[in-house]
């Protein structure tokens, strides 16, 4: 089902199954998505890393990853574009930034229990049912369904992230260096860099990523550089100096260096070894 509106709002609720997934091929300009799995064995590749989802495992993708499907047996597949719902003119409303999306050194996978799997099915379940109401109240009901779904699943990440044990503060703080990041990776390489614009000093924000028990804020950022890095060797055509340029190093040593550390092969063969496995 889709809402297209007159202003190029767009938002929709398909099925997927192994015979169907071209929805996952049709990523608009300016979107996120969510896949909801509704069976067991998914594989996908995600900025050519491998995920295999189960059973009511929910992924969260912006329009900067690259996915590409090895099997798809059943799962739900929502879509919408700024348009229709820009979530960081509106952040205090669903607190997703930074959490689901636009924090992406991980991919978010969301695993909500029982409880929270009921209260999920039921906001989908209802905003499929909107999609037969043509009348002047749909968009913004369409949107109330959306954001609804989106504040179920930031309480899902939340709970699985320990994020709950911080106060507002340091939740604040912690989405806000997340974003941050996603923003200024390719010139921003250090935690001091961050810690100025947030004006708090390196240690606060170490100690506060300390309190989750997750990795440090450097390697928060260097995992980020990383992914890009990723990215950019297997799907585009720019030769090594000129990724290591647009990721902020001054040449591509240091480059080749960070990632030979982080990912143990240098970037050369890790772009021989992607061809590889695309042949």
Not at 74 to 97: M, P, R, W
Request: aromatic share 12%; charged share 25%.
């Amino acid at each position: 089902m889709k809402y297209l509106g007159k202003n190029k709002e767009h938002f929709e609720l398909q099925k997927i199954n192994s015979s169907n997934c071209a929805p996952l091929e049709e990523q608009l300009e300016d979107s996120l998505c969510l896949l909801w799995f509704t069976s067991d064995n998914n594989k996908v590749l995600i900025d050519g890393v491998p995920f295999e989802f189960n059973t009511n495992d929910i992924v969260c993708l912006t329009q900067f990853h690259s996915l590409v499907y090895e099997f798809v047996n059943t799962a739900n597949f929502l879509q919408f574009n700024q348009s229709f719902y820009c979530i960081l003119d509106h952040d205090s409303e669903v607190g997703c930034k930074g959490i689901l999306y636009y924090g992406a050194s991980n991919v978010p996978v969301l695993r909500p229990n029982k409880m929270e799997l009921e209260i999920l099915e039921t906001a989908w379940k209802m905003a499929n049912l909107e999609f037969e109401m043509h009348d002047n109240l749909q968009l913004e009901m369409l949107q109330m369904m959306l954001k609804r779904i989106l504040i179920l699943c930031t309480r899902v990440y939340k709970r699985q992230a320990n994020l709950e044990q911080l106060n507002t503060t340091q939740n604040e703080l912690v989405r806000n260096f997340n974003y941050l990041v996603e923003i200024h990776f390719k010139e921003k390489h250090t935690v001091a860099d961050y810690a100025d614009i947030l004006h708090k000093s390196p240690k606060t924000i170490s100690n506060v990523f300390k309190k989750l028990g997750e990795k440090s804020p450097l390697q928060f950022i260097q995992k980020r550089i990383l992914l890009e890095a990723r990215r950019l060797l297997r799907y585009s055509p720019k030769d090594v100096s000129e990724i290591a340029y647009d990721l902020g190093f001054n040449d591509i040593q240091s480059f080749s260096r960070f990632f030979k550390k982080q990912e143990g092969v240098s970037p050369t063969m890790y772009r021989e070894k992607g061809l590889l496995g695309k042949n």
